[in-house]
Every structure is written in structure tokens, then in C-alpha cells.
């Protein structure tokens, strides 16, 4: 239980250095973490939740739909939906991998009814807008769900802008290439945070198509900071070659956090350019076979027996 002593800043404090990695999960700290999730105050439950994301261990799933269904404060369910959305991610690594080896011991069971259970939040019209939109995001980890694609569409064609925020997380998250039109068409948004949210996901799926646009705004001193560093980081992500001239204008900017930002732009654009290297040496390994695996080179003749017959003939 929390020491009487302990203030909200206190269980703040010591809950972000749970998530953060500077405090171990053990035995202690699982226990705090427990009975901090039934703390009175709503965002001290809302903390404690969140540094589940850490833990995935199977044994939370029930306390975090239990919280979904059932706390009053709507940022406390957000963070729960949240949450199951990291069951979502092991799951869907396990069932890529034919669940040989399930990630945290998630087991298909689990995995199949935490995602029945945030599609009817997500499908569910009583449900408030940010429960739904949540919900939408957890679901996004499931690139091969062909309903998955269908409700994040659903999501971006809906009147309600906090829908189309929430459809563009979810396809930077999701990845599927057929999104490209519909986040090159919100880059130039004029809604901010739609924009922001395209920026984003243009760079989370290495959209050289839009190289060009986030080199405007990498470039735009008009630009609001935040926007601008985005952009600046989506360049390095994109490993494009035009965007690599540019970083190295911007790392030596006189604004710490342009450079800062632009250095990590670089360290990410050198990571996708090797990543891409060694895909393309593999390609390359599969369309030239060592060439005993088409002909049976003991059966041919020796070269060099066949060229001294020959020039004995002579």
C-alpha cells in the first residue's frame, strides 16, 4: 500500500521514474503500482495505468478492461484502452511468428478476446468519442485484420475531426502503403493537429513522396517549433537522398533544439539507409544462386581437360 506520507506530486514522481526505467518492476514496486491503479485521485489512476505499457504481463488484461467498463473518469479509460493496445502489438508479433514463441506468454485466447473486446468499444455508438478513438488506435497493430483497415477508414471519413486525428495515429501505426493518399492530402491541413498527425505518420512509414513538403517545412522559420522538428525528424526517417543535405544544413543551426533534433534526423536517416542496404544484398543473394544449385558440377567435364584435347588435336 502507499505510505499515508505520500503526496500526489510524490506518486507522480515516483510513477514516472517506473515508466521511465529508473525504478525496476519487481515485487515492490508491481505491489505500489497495483494499489496506485485504485488511488482516489483520477490521475494518479491514470499514471499508474499507463506504466502498465512497460509490463504486459496477462494478468493485468482483466484489471484494465475491469477499469475500461468501469471508472468514472474518462482519462483512466483512456489510458486502460491504451494500454490493452500493447497486448494487441505482442499478440500480432506472436501470430506472425505461428505463436511459437508468444511474446510475455500472451496466449492466443488472450490475445483474440482483448481484440473482440476493443472492437465493440470502437464499433459501439453510446460509447463516448475518446473511448471509440482509443480503441481505434490499440486495433491499429493489426496491419493483417482486413476489418482493422476498414474502421480506421471509417474513422478518417467522419465528420468529427477528433475521428480523423485519431485515423491518422492509427495509420502511422498500422502501416499500410494505401494510406500514402490520404496523409500526403493532410500535410497541408489547416487544421493543426490533423497536420501534425500526417507529418508524423508520413514520416513512421518513410513516405518519400512526401520528402519534398517536410523539406518546406524543415526549412520554415515561419513554422510553428513544434511542426518544424517534427518534419525535421520525419526527413531522417524517410532515407531519402534529398533529405540528407538538408540535415546536415540544420544540425548546424543556431537553434539547440533544430540541431539536436536534425542529429537524431541524421542517426535515423544512416539506420534506414543500412536497413535497406542489407535488404537489397539479400535480394541480390536470392536472384544469384551459387551456381551448383542449377547444375551438378561433378558431372560437367573439367576445363581444363577439355581445352588440353583440344590443343592436342592441333
Known amino acids: 500500500m502507499p505510505s499515508p506520507k505520500m503526496t500526489k506530486r510524490d506518486k507522480l514522481a ?24 485504485d488511488d482516489a485521485d483520477a490521475e494518479v489512476r491514470a499514471e499508474a495505468i ?10 493485468w488484461i482483466d484489471v484494465l478492461m475491469k477499469k475500461v467498463e468501469s ?22 508479433v506472436a501470430e506472425i511468428d505461428d505463436w511459437a514463441t508468444p511474446v510475455f506468454e500472451i496466449s492466443q ?17 453510446d460509447e463516448a468519442v475518446g473511448a471509440r478513438r482509443y ?33 491518422l495515429f492509427a495509420m502511422a501505426r498500422h ?10 492530402a493532410e500535410l497541408h491541413s489547416h487544421d493543426s493537429q490533423i497536420q501534425y498527425e500526417a507529418v508524423r505518420a508520413a514520416g513512421e512509414l518513410g513516405l518519400r513522396e512526401a520528402t519534398d513538403t517536410l523539406i518546406e517545412f524543415a526549412r520554415g522559420k515561419g513554422l510553428r517549433k513544434p511542426l518544424r522538428l517534427l518534419s525535421i525528424y520525419a526527413l531522417g526517417e524517410t532515407g531519402d537522398e534529398r533529405a540528407m543535405p538538408v540535415l546536415e544544413q540544420l544540425a548546424r543551426s543556431r537553434d539547440r533544439d533544430i540541431r539536436d533534433v536534425a542529429r537524431e534526423a541524421i542517426d535515423e536517416w544512416r539506420a534506414v539507409a543500412e536497413m535497406e542496404q ?8 536470392m536472384e544469384s544462386p551459387d551456381i551448383e544449385d542449377y547444375y551438378d558440377v561433378d558431372a560437367m567435364p573439367d576445363i581444363w581437360d577439355t ?8
Open 135 to 167: 480503441a481505434i488506435e490499440a486495433l491499429a497493430f493489426c496491419s493483417e485484420d482486413s476489418a482493422v483497415f476498414e474502421l480506421i477508414d471509417w474513422a478518417y471519413h467522419q465528420r468529427d475531426r477528433r475521428f480523423k486525428v485519431s485515423a
Open 175 to 184: 502501416g499500410d502503403p494505401r494510406w500514402t493518399e490520404y496523409i500526403l
Open 50 to 59: 499507463a506504466c502498465l505499457w512497460d509490463d504486459p504481463d496477462p494478468r
Open 109 to 125: 485466447k488472450d490475445y483474440k478476446r482483448v481484440i473482440e473486446f476493443l472492437f465493440r468499444i470502437a464499433q459501439d455508438p
Open 278 to 285: 542489407m535488404a537489397d544484398d539479400a535480394l541480390d543473394d
Open 307 to 314: 581445352e588440353i584435347g583440344a590443343f592436342s588435336k592441333n
Open 14 to 37: 515516483w510513477l514516472a521514474d517506473l515508466e521511465e526505467g529508473y525504478r525496476p518492476f519487481d515485487k515492490h514496486a508491481l505491489t505500489l503500482l497495483r494499489s496506485l491503479m
Open 71 to 92: 471508472d468514472p473518469h474518462a482519462e483512466v479509460r483512456a489510458h486502460a484502452i491504451s494500454a490493452l493496445g500493447r497486448y494487441v502489438y505482442e499478440g500480432q
